[in-house]
């Protein structure tokens, strides 16, 4: 690993500059050109897709942490009154069970299938409704994206709530506070560090997927004009550029992968540290 991180920045230092930030991807046989858009893109459907995967992956495991009614998912707020709709409304159609085991399946299928899927579900139907319009665009991969983010939101937050001490609960209720100031007030302060590190564990993985945003972004050379347009990304950037017989192309996707290699290990550190104050 040391030899091949030591290969990415000697072969990446060299279009490490201000150009490689600001500027779009170079045509062929051109000086100059950068990841500006690329950057940008990765950022847009990074956040795009953690806006609703780590909400609903936090809502889950606060179900069958806390109101499960099956013993052996948890459920230590079951049975009590007054329970929180919106949560109860999110599992009460599946269950404990049905939650983890949907977890886990999501999380062991390939990133690719994943691509497939949210081709067949967003990309197909908008390029029909728009009679070819728009097709690919940022939407579908943060949809793609969000997808490979929940199972890892939903198993660390799970995680981190059975952490809580159980005295806390008890001790909450019997001041009187409801089940929502409990888990509001209560658990979800308590285990907040826990769950920031995954979801910065999240990020990292998703950062550099490539397979389900090809089938979902693809790529652009320009910037989007929207969120529905085409959208450029870096690790799309890195496979389209890694193709090319040309030497410019070539050499940015050599400082793209040094940037998202640098991205990935800002946010691992991070985790880290918010793992070492918990």
């Known amino acids: 690993m040391v030899s091949l991180l030591f290969y990415v920045v000697r072969q990446g230092l060299s279009r490490f500059d201000l150009a490689a930030f600001t500027q ?15 950057l940008v893109g990765t950022i847009v459907m ?12 936090v809502a889950a495991a606060v179900y069958v942490a806390e109101f499960d009614s099956d013993p052996d998912q948890g459920g230590r707020l079951a049975g009590q009154e007054g329970a929180m709709g919106a949560v109860n409304l999110l599992g009460q159609g599946i269950g404990g069970r049905g939650i983890k ?22 990309v197909l139907p908008t390029a029909q409704l728009t009679q070819g319009r728009f097709s690919f665009s940022a939407v579908a991969g943060a949809v793609a994206l969000g997808i490979v983010m929940l199972p890892v939101v939903f198993r660390t937050s799970l995680a981190s709530l059975h952490q809580v001490p159980e005295d806390l609960r008890w001790a909450a209720l019997a001041v009187g506070a409801t089940e929502a100031q409990v888990v509001l007030g209560v658990l979800l302060p308590a285990a907040l560090p826990s769950i920031a590190v995954g979801i910065f564990l999240a990020v990292t993985r998703v950062m550099g997927e490539t ?19 085409r959208t450029a990304s870096l690790a799309v950037l890195i496979y389209e550029f890694s193709r090319s017989p040309f030497a410019n192309q070539q050499q940015l996707a050599w400082t793209t992968a040094l940037i998202l290699c640098l991205l990935v290990t800002i946010a691992n550190l991070v985790a880290k540290l918010l793992s070492q104050r918990d």
């Open 24 to 38: 779009l991807p170079p045509p062929p046989h051109s000086e100059g050109g950068g990841f500006a858009n690329a």
């Open 46 to 57: 990074v956040t795009m897709a953690m806006v609703w995967s780590v909400p609903l992956g």
């Open 101 to 122: 085991v949907a977890a886990n399946v999501l999380y062991s299928v390939p990133s690719i299938l994943t691509g497939v899927f949210v081709y067949g579900l967003i």
């Open 211 to 229: 397979a389900p945003l090809i089938f979902t972004a693809l790529f652009n050379q320009y910037w989007a004009r929207s969120v529905w347009d």
